[in-house]
Every structure is written in structure tokens, then in C-alpha cells.
């Protein structure tokens, strides 16, 4: 049984900012039915400088590795633990680059990262921060786990970010791993989109795929909504819907 995967993204400035500190791609590759499929939300650490550039600086780091698997990979034999340690390299050099980036224009700037893969029916997550992956099957669950740190300020306890890509030469970062299930829907965003979401608000987005909407324009009523809501900071979400079928194609 192959799956098919079908997804989309979407990135807004929000409400309060003219600069959209968030980056957000998705990368699929297909061979034979069988599908390869990567995406990417950083959020720039806006309590620092030229956060935005961060972020796009590890999508363009992405992209490149992306594309650079793409020549070479064979998906139907291709070991998921090699392909796992392959992309930890990889977040690693992405690192270096912010850190690079920083040393070069003498400023202190980091990003989010969460990154997730899809592969032959399983799933990786690398995770640095507090953007989020979720998944949605009956019921939504947080598959990574936010790096924050409760702390008090100006006399009130406060989850304060810990960690981020471009804050230390030595990259801390959190993996996770699982099966697809049939009907999983995935979901990485940043926190302008995770703060005010609700597990309803994926079943309008289900009705909408079924109906044949896009789901690049799925992710733009998802945002929209959030800003219905009154959230200021930027929003970036992306969807991955996932079938199981007797061959994987992508339609």
C-alpha cells in the first residue's frame, strides 16, 4: 500500500508586524508512487536582530539540501535511519550558517526550525524552538514539545524560548519519529498560528480538501482565520493530507 500525500503552505505578516519574521516551505519528490515529501516553518526570534534573515537563511539551506537529495535518492530503498542521520547533518550545517551570519554582520539573531519528513509510509520530525507539528486524526495531537522555560517577569511566570538555531556553536535539538496512519493530516506552523487554534478548526479544512479547494488556499483561510481572531504576530502554517491507496499518487 502506498500513501498519497497532497499538501500546501502559507505565510502572512499578521496584524502588528510589516516584516514577516516567519519562512515556510514544502518540498515532495515522487518516483514510481512512492513519495518523499519535506517541510519547514522557522520563526525568527523577534527579542533579537534580523530575525527574518535568519529564517530565510535556513529555508534557503533547506531548499538547497532538498533539492541536492532529489539527484540521488532511491525512495523505495533508501534506509529511513540513513536518511534521519543524513538530515541531522544537515540542521547541524544550518547552524553554523546563522551562526556564521551572526559573527559576519556582528549581531546576535537566531530561528525556530521544525522540520518535518514523510517517507514510505513513516514520519521524522527535527525540532529546535517552539514552532510546532501537529497531527490530525480524529483528534489533534502535538507531536513535538516546545523548547521553553518558565520564568517570572515583572512578577508574573512567563514560558520563555531556550533554545534556537544560531544561539550556541553546539546544536541542541529534539527528534521524533513515527507510522503514518491512514487519513493523517499533518500540520507545522508557527506560534501565530498554534495560539489560537482548536481541534474544530481542521474540519473545515477537511470538507474544503474534499471538495477539491487547494490546500495552498486551505492554509490561506486557516491564517485568515487566525487574524479573525486577533492574533498579532506572524502566521505560517502548512498541511500535508495523507490517504493510503493502493498506489501512492499524488492527485
Given at each position: 500500500m502506498g500513501v498519497n500525500i497532497k499538501g500546501g503552505f502559507a505565510t502572512d505578516a499578521g496584524l502588528r508586524d510589516s516584516i514577516n519574521q516567519d519562512a515556510i516551505l514544502l518540498r515532495a519528490l515522487e518516483q514510481n508512487g512512492?513519495?518523499?515529501v519535506a517541510g519547514v516553518v522557522c520563526d525568527g526570534i523577534g527579542g533579537l536582530e534580523r530575525g527574518e534573515d535568519a529564517s530565510r537563511l535556513v529555508i534557503g539551506a533547506f531548499d538547497e539540501w532538498f533539492r541536492g537529495i532529489c539527484q540521488w535518492i532511491r525512495i523505495d530503498t533508501i534506509d529511513f535511519n540513513a536518511l534521519l542521520q543524513h538530515a541531522t547533518?544537515?540542521?547541524k550545517q544550518w547552524n553554523k550558517k546563522v551562526r556564521q551570519f551572526c559573527e559576519g554582520e556582528n549581531i546576535k539573531s537566531g530561528t525556530t526550525m521544525s522540520?518535518?519528513?514523510l517517507i514510505r509510509g513513516y514520519y521524522f520530525i527535527l525540532h529546535v524552538g517552539d514552532s510546532r507539528v501537529y497531527c490530525y486524526n480524529q483528534l489533534l495531537t502535538q507531536l513535538t514539545i516546545d523548547d521553553t522555560a518558565r520564568k517570572l517577569v515583572n512578577g508574573r511566570?512567563?514560558?520563555l524560548?531556550?533554545?534556537f538555531l544560531g544561539k550556541s556553536d553546539e546544536?541542541?535539538?529534539?527528534v521524533y519519529t513515527g507510522e503514518i496512519k491512514k487519513g493523517d493530516i499533518f500540520i507545522f506552523c508557527s506560534d501565530g498560528f498554534y495560539r489560537n487554534l482548536a481541534p474544530q478548526d481542521l474540519n473545515p479544512c477537511i470538507t474544503k480538501y474534499q471538495s477539491g479547494m487547494s490546500v495552498?488556499?486551505?492554509c490561506v483561510d486557516a491564517i485568515n482565520l487566525m487574524k479573525m481572531r486577533q492574533e498579532q504576530d506572524n502566521i505560517s502554517v502548512g498541511i500535508i493530507f495523507t490517504e493510503h491507496t493502493k498506489r501512492g499518487?499524488?492527485?
Open positions: 512512492e513519495w518523499f547533518e544537515a540542521i522540520m518535518l519528513v511566570e512567563r514560558d524560548l531556550s533554545n546544536l541542541k535539538y529534539k495552498r488556499q486551505i499518487l499524488f492527485r
